[in-house]
């Protein structure tokens, strides 16, 4: 694909770009809603009990936390590769980021609604990233044509970014 055919908005960047920061936005009120109802009856509400630390299993998703975090920084670094045009380190990112994988009550509703709804998106991401790492694999990216790259990278921040705020409101408070 060359440059030539990334169509560019009025603003100045590409429709992929334009796309992706909507849906990410779409994606913000989504989770944002979520979390605030949960943050709101967690603070105030007599049918959330929560249980106790020792049942939420800290450790492991403290564990998971960390892969996810680390799979932005390759996720950056497969970006890198390919606006350099070096597709050897390109693929091997991806493949770093790919591999980081993965109720009866008001608290297990709203726990299994949040974290399930964010597999969701890690699953849905991992399928990009995939798809991402074929695309590049066959050399449809170059230093001037990469896009669907950073759009990938862009969903993949955020969905890092959910996980940030889901993690100590869900484990740690």
Sequence with gaps: MSSAAIAETNTGISNAKLGIWSFLASEIMLFGGLISAYVILRSGSAHMVVPPRSMMGVPLATFNTFALITSSVTMVLALAAIQ???????????????????SSNLFGSFYYTLTGLHVLHVTGGLFLMAYIFVAGSRGDFTPDSHDRVECAGLYWHFVDLV???????????
Excluded at 84 to 102: A, D, P, S, V, Y
Excluded at 163 to 173: D, S
Aim: net charge positive; charged share 15%; proline share 3%.
């Design 163 to 173: 996980w940030v705020i889901l993690f100590p409101i869900l484990y740690l408070l």
């Design 84 to 102: 350099e045009g070096n597709i050897e380190r390109f693929k091997r990112w991806m493949l770093c980021t790919m591999g980081i994988t993965i």
